[in-house]
């Protein structure tokens, strides 16, 4: 079975502030994907990035960057220099690469910047 | 523009009747599947479609049927809601099966049953 576990429920900076979101996953499959996805507060859910199990490099993009570990199970994601307007829910999610695309998801961090 | 559409975006009911909510995407994707998220829940799968006339089961199937008579239509139909069913619910398509392609998200739909 898979699992993805996202530890921080909520986490709370200052504006400016760094800030990394960390994401723990368990899967038996050698071939899987990881996602993370933004959900601001009008509720959509927009795609940040796609990892797949045998890239461990990491990515930046902008502000964003992240951390993808095999040999921790981990794939965090940090902010650099946020912003109110990062204010979210995060969650990050796992794909086996089976037939059935089901993406596990995480139970998401809420992240509050404050000015 | 490619895009996911769900409808309606907000729905108030009543226990025992009938509702569809429509899902519609025009990127000519063969994978399509609902979700539904509850606080402290995250997101989890409710049914999928592999292409037209296949679907299956996800996570929680229990009170909810789909159909796939067209590809780029996937309805969810609640034939009895009940309030447990009370959620935010999101349609996703992809291009692929197997987590090669990203998935695309509809806007959600909130529903509440009383």
């Known amino acids: 079975a898979q699992k993805v576990t996202q530890a921080q429920t909520e986490i709370s900076v200052v504006e400016k502030e760094d800030v990394t979101l960390d994401c723990v996953y368990e899967t038996r499959d050698t071939t899987y994907y990881l996602f993370w996805y933004k959900q601001p507060p009008s509720g959509e859910l927009v795609f940040l990035i796609r990892?797949?199990?045998?890239?461990?490099q990491n990515e930046i993009s902008g502000r964003y960057s992240w951390n993808f570990q095999k040999s921790t199970s981990s794939f965090n994601f940090t902010i650099t220099a946020s912003q109110v307007v990062d204010s979210a829910v995060y969650f990050c999610?796992?794909?086996?690469?089976?037939?059935?695309?089901?993406?596990?998801f995480g139970k998401g961090t809420l992240l509050t910047v404050n000015p | 523009e490619a895009q996911v559409t769900q409808n309606p975006r907000y729905l108030i009911t009543v226990t025992g009747k009938k509702l569809t909510v429509t899902c519609s995407q025009n990127m000519n994707h063969e994978y399509m599947s609902w979700y539904r998220q509850d606080p402290g829940l995250g997101l989890r799968q409710i049914y999928y479609s592999m292409n037209v006339e296949v679907t299956d089961k996800g996570d929680v199937p229990e009170g909810y049927k789909v159909s796939r008579k067209e590809k780029r239509n996937f309805p969810l139909i609640l034939e009895s809601p009940s309030p447990n069913q009370t959620s935010l619910y999101f349609c996703a398509s992809s291009l692929y099966t197997g987590g090669f392609a990203e998935a695309f998200f509809g806007q959600g739909t909130r529903l509440t049953v009383v």
């Open positions: 990892r797949n199990s045998f890239d461990e």
């Open positions: 999610a796992l794909s086996g690469g089976g037939s059935n695309y089901k993406l596990t």
